[in-house]
């Protein structure tokens, strides 16, 4: 029994507009965003049978119908310096990174809606939830991607020390606009709908499955305005050492990033104070 | 210097949006109806708006103050509705309160319900540790505990089995269990502790009992009177999303269960706290409308009549020419707000013989929503005859009395008077 702990206090008070983001709680609230990490990964794998299998299979899957596509139609995908079977997995397991987690932040708060009810904690923990947990199946389908890059003898060199800021720069963008289309969701289901029709064609509009190269110079512009267009290609070349590194599209990247987690979580903590009322 | 106070709320209110009601047709039901939907959606896609400010509104809580202190048991009872789990969700911080504040010190820990965040594929074993995260455990205090919860709850055996094998008495018994070992200083309950088989909530209440023996500050949300009494030593009474009693626990239960709220008639006879001689007695109190009907709820500016019975010991022979009834109004602190002496009014009580009734007419209750005590006597020939000290509570509730929907803060006193005010500008 000691008395420090009757020093902490916590106000309750009507949420003001100057809301502002309390790190020093997030960190309080540490083991609880562990253990709710370390469930999500538990729920995502506990029921399968074959479970790293299904973690490979659709990358792998969608690398033979584009190898195929490509090896018996003659399209060129323009892609230069690396076998195009590596340009390819390695996109694809990114770019599914990105789309899941995305989907998943944007829809943590519903997810999360009975605990929300039940339990106080701070709400940026929910979409901090899948944003990590997800890296979890991102690591593992990694691992044909270090088999093939050993099997093609295509090394990193020192750029792979760069592999972490691409990362983070990704979940930067990822939990901005998976904040703000939970908050958006709160008051329309539309939002959700548009977020998957724009996740979909995203797909089709940066480079996965083809390279920038085979875009008309003068709309490149254009395309760059993509924000994982340079993450994609920095990524490659963090992987790659002969993939040069695409700075200024990546600069734009990061920054576009910046913006949209700060918009989002400022959102976020907007609708927070509706959150209860709403669910 | 450690402050004393656990809990405190200053002015703390709710507002909740019900939602702007839409005109549905009663037709649009048929399968043409849903076929046609998405474009009769379309029509209404104008009038919705993310923050409606047309919404009717209710008020869940309105301007509740108190103090709880550390150590204090305090239950909060009223009917459905009356506020209690939105007071209990603002202090467990799940909602935001509309106006006011509240401030909490010390380690604080809510069981609004029992096996939040169980998840069923998972072990109860995993579920234990997964549970006692959810409430700001870490993974060592958790080990310190889990064998003692693992005891408690009974279900050793299946540990490592999934809960959804778990017949749901299990399930509960093991969510009980994490909770009955969290060890907050202060802890806010809401109706968890029914669960399982009567053996293991005697165990669930022995439980909390020694938890709340232990010093430790609990507010309690329930509806088991029972359960009140045992734990708490005072209680808050909500109504309306007011505070009307605030208090000692037992007299609260009381006035509650057979309280004055069903019944708006008291038979005094059992009274025997009785002073003067006795030759004249009232035996009944009631509380009567304008039209002489029993009055079902008392409000804030209503007309009321309150009924005295009485009964002469022996029948006068000649009545006595000079009676004196005497009301006295109390807060729930005893202290007077008024009385109502019918001797400076030009009433004529004399002509008493056998039984009979007075009636007091009160043309608008002058106080604010909250109980009171009436203290009535009859004095005659100048001697007290009868008196009975606390005779009647009387709750009474919110009314729009100003037509503002405004009241006096009860910390301006409790009475309401009419009154109005006038501005002359002199430029």
């Known amino acids: 029994m000691s008395n420090n702990i009757h020093d902490k206090e916590i106000v309750i008070e009507p949420p003001s507009g100057l809301v502002h983001l309390n790190l020093r709680e997030l960190y309080e609230f540490r083991h609880m965003l562990w253990s709710m990490i370390w469930k999500s990964i538990r729920i995502q794998f506990s029921e399968l049978y074959l479970k790293f299998f299904w973690t490979f299979a659709r990358p792998l899957a969608m690398l033979g119908v584009f190898i195929f596509i490509k090896n018996y139609s003659g399209a060129n995908m323009h892609v230069s310096n690396i076998s195009y079977s590596l340009y390819l997995y390695s996109g694809l397991i990114i770019w599914f990174y990105f789309v899941e987690s995305t989907n998943a932040t944007a829809k943590s708060v519903e997810k999360d809606a009975a605990l929300m009810k039940k339990i106080y904690f701070p709400r940026l923990i929910s979409p901090l939830v899948p944003l990590v947990s997800n890296l979890y199946s991102f690591g593992i389908s990694a691992i044909p991607l270090v088999v093939m890059i050993i099997w093609q003898g295509t090394y990193p060199g020192w750029k792979l020390l760069l592999l972490p800021l691409v990362i983070l720069q990704c979940m930067i963008l990822i939990l901005g606009t998976g904040t703000m289309f939970a908050s958006f969701s709160l008051f329309s289901k539309d939002a959700e709908r548009f977020l998957k029709l724009v996740l979909y064609l995203g797909l089709f509009v940066s480079p996965v499955i083809y390279s920038p190269d085979k875009i008309h110079a003068k709309s490149q512009l254009v395309y760059f305005l993509n924000p994982m267009a340079g993450t994609l290609l920095a990524f490659r070349s963090c992987l790659f050492n002969d993939f040069p590194f695409p700075f200024w599209q990546w600069m734009y990247s990061l920054a576009f990033s910046l913006v949209f987690i700060i918009a989002g979580i400022r959102m976020y903590r907007r609708a927070d104070m509706h959150f209860a009322d709403k669910l | ?427």
């Open chain 2, 1 to 427: 210097m450690k402050n004393e106070t656990a809990i405190e709320v200053q002015g703390l209110s709710k507002k909740y949006s019900i939602g702007t009601i839409k005109k549905y047709k009663k037709k649009e039901i048929g399968i043409l109806d849903n076929l046609l939907l998405p474009f009769r959606m379309l029509r209404n896609i104008g009038e919705t708006s993310f923050f409606n400010k047309n919404d009717d509104f209710i008020w869940a809580l309105k301007d509740i103050n108190f103090k709880i202190n550390h150590g204090e048991k305090v239950g909060i009872i009223g009917k459905n509705g009356a506020g209690k789990s939105t007071l209990l969700k603002i202090l467990s911080r799940l909602v935001y309160p509309t106006e006011g504040k509240a401030t909490i010190r010390g380690r604080v820990t809510s069981l609004l319900e029992v096996g939040t965040g169980f998840n069923n594929n998972f072990t109860g074993r995993e579920n234990v540790y997964l549970n006692a995260t959810l409430y700001g455990l870490e993974r060592a205090e958790i080990d310190s505990i889990f064998d003692d919860i693992v005891e408690f709850s009974g279900v050793g055996k299946f540990l490592d089995t999934k809960i959804k094998y778990y017949s749901s008495g299990m399930r509960m018994r093991l969510a009980f269990s994490v909770a009955a070992h969290l060890d907050p200083d202060i802890l806010l309950l809401d109706e968890v502790l029914a669960v399982g088989d009567i053996a293991f909530q005697q165990k669930c209440l022995e439980r909390v009992e020694g938890l709340a023996s232990g010093g430790r500050t609990i507010v309690f949300v329930s509806h088991s009177m029972s359960a009140i009494v045992k734990f708490c030593d005072r209680v808050i009474w909500l109504q309306d999303g007011k505070v009307i009693y605030d208090g000692e626990a037992t007299e609260a239960v009381k006035l509650y269960q057979d309280g004055p709220l069903s019944e708006k008639e008291l038979d005094l006879a059992s009274r025997s706290d009785r002073k003067g001689t006795g030759l004249v007695r009232y035996t009944k109190v009631s509380i009567l409308d304008e039209n002489m009907n029993l009055c079902e709820n008392v409000r804030t500016g209503q007309c009321i009549n309150i009924a005295l019975d009485y009964r002469a010991e022996e029948p006068y022979a000649e009545p006595p020419r000079d009676v004196k009834a005497c009301i006295i109004i109390e807060d729930n602190k005893q202290n007077r707000l008024f009385g109502l002496p019918s001797e400076i009014l030009i009433a004529d009580l004399s002509n008493i013989k056998s039984t009979g009734r007075f009636i007091c007419k009160l043309n608008s209750l002058p106080v604010i929503p909250g109980v009171y005590d009436i203290t009535i006597s009859l004095l005659i020939d100048r001697q007290l005859v009868d008196k009975v000290v606390s005779a009647y509570k009387l709750v009474v509730l919110e009314d729009d009395y100003y037509g503002t929907g405004l009241l006096p803060k009860h910390t301006m006193g409790r009475v309401c008077v009419d009154f109005d005010w006038l501005h002359e500008s002199r430029n």
